[in-house]
Nanobody, 126 residues
Framework: QVQLVESGGGLVQAGDSLSLTCAAS????????MGWFRQAPGKEREFVAG????????YYADSTEGRFTVSRDNAKNTVSLQMNGLKPEDTAVYYC???????????????????WGQGTQVTVSA
């Protein structure tokens, strides 16, 4: 089992950068794929980025590719999301999630996730 806690959210201006961190506990963290999702008010939750268990393969939503970078440190049980060039439309609650199955080669929007954090608010003003 994996417990997840996000941090690093806040209020920034358009064009600024922000880094989110997801701290995980549980012995299986190093074997599971991780994803970042977001949910804006009145909208469905959407996939932002995913990274495989080794950290050598990542996948991004079209809306975030080139601006966001996902990484992980299995020694520290953390996964991070570096967000650059933030836009007002990036405003949302951001969640990290751990995949249901271990040792996935790639983490995609269709990957099944079993564990979720509580989320951290990111607000980007124009």
């Amino acid at each position: 089992q994996v417990q997840l806690v996000e941090s690093g959210g806040g209020l920034v201006q358009a064009g600024d950068s922000l880094s989110l961190t997801c701290a995980a506990s549980g012995r299986t963290f190093g074997s599971v794929g991780m994803g970042w999702f977001r949910q804006a008010p009145g909208k469905e939750r959407e996939f932002v980025a995913g990274i495989n268990w080794k950290g050598d393969n990542s996948y991004y939503a079209d809306s975030t590719e080139g601006r966001f970078t996902v990484s992980r440190d299995n020694a520290k049980n953390t996964v991070s999301l570096q967000m650059n060039g933030l836009k007002p439309e990036d405003t949302a609650v951001y969640y990290c999630a751990a995949s249901s199955r271990p040792y996935l080669v790639v983490v995609l929007p269709t990957t099944q996730f079993a564990y979720w954090g509580q989320g951290t608010q990111v607000t980007v003003s124009a």
